[in-house]
């Protein structure tokens, strides 16, 4: 029986989930994440594991019963969506960080794309961005665009992603000519350089919310990890990495 028992705990023991703080966030938001989340473990023993992607499809999995603590979007649409739903806890939501969109090419490229409009030239064949109906990024780049009376004759190069870092890797790997992406996004990568910028307007406000989701089972911990994100040090951190920070709100 004790064998028996011994056996039992031993196969049983690798699949007892350790306790971790699950934070669903944007695809961009991955390299200071993964800083703050290392620094918020050694200094609180509380570890972090990420879910990274498309705004819009991880609020569609934690509409649709996904387990998790915090919510990181790059889009405030996402966020009020789960808000209309009750699935984020009362009190905890911040609007923290601001980015821009960008064109971006290899650094080898000899297109001579200086604005917008350059992208309709005959020479760009396709032209990846995040999925313009469910990505944030996507969305910003087809309201931006569609201001400038751009997008539509646009639409027929484009190649819709999954998330900004899938348009940016399309870029990388010479599939398309060229990419609309996170500014931050694209400071990351080596073997691109930026071609322009698309200018600002009210529909380029980019602004990143987060908040404690309704369902954790670990709100006390999870409101430690959101004051933790809201602070100045993390506030260094996102700067570091290219984002702009905002004015702390709370809703």
């Excluded at 011994?6 to 699950?22: I, T």
């Excluded at 313009?132 to 996507?138: D, I």
């Amino acid at each position: 029986m004790a064998r028996l028992l011994l056996l039992a705990l031993l196969l049983a023991g690798p699949h007892r989930p350790r306790a971790e703080l699950l934070v669903h966030a944007a695809a961009s938001l991955t390299a200071p994440l993964r800083e703050l989340g290392d620094r918020f473990e050694r200094r609180t023993g509380e570890r972090v594991a990420l879910s990274l992607g498309g705004s819009g499809a991880l609020a569609r999995q934690i509409a649709e019963g996904a387990p998790g603590d915090l919510f990181f979007s790059a889009d405030e649409a996402s966020l009020d969506r789960l808000a209309q739903a009750g699935l984020l806890l009362a009190g905890t939501r911040r609007s923290l960080l601001g980015n821009s969109l960008v064109a971006v090419v290899r650094r080898d490229s000899p297109l001579p794309l200086a604005g917008p409009r350059d992208l309709l030239d005959e020479r760009v064949t396709a032209v990846s961005v995040g999925e313009p109906q469910s990505v944030p990024a996507g969305i910003y780049a087809r309201a931006a665009l569609g201001e400038l009376g751009v997008w539509e004759a646009l639409v027929p190069k484009l190649v819709p992603t999954d998330n900004d870092r899938a348009a940016l890797a399309a870029v990388e790997s010479g599939n398309v000519e060229a990419g609309l992406v996170y500014r931050t996004d694209a400071a990351s990568s080596a073997r691109l350089r930026v071609a322009f910028a698309l200018p600002e307007s009210p529909a380029m406000r980019i602004s990143y919310p987060v908040a404690v989701l309704a369902g954790t089972a670990r709100p006390e911990a999870a409101r430690r990890l959101l004051d933790y994100l809201s602070s100045e040090e993390a506030a260094a951190v996102f700067r570091r990495h290219g984002f702009r920070t905002l004015t702390t709100s709370r809703r």
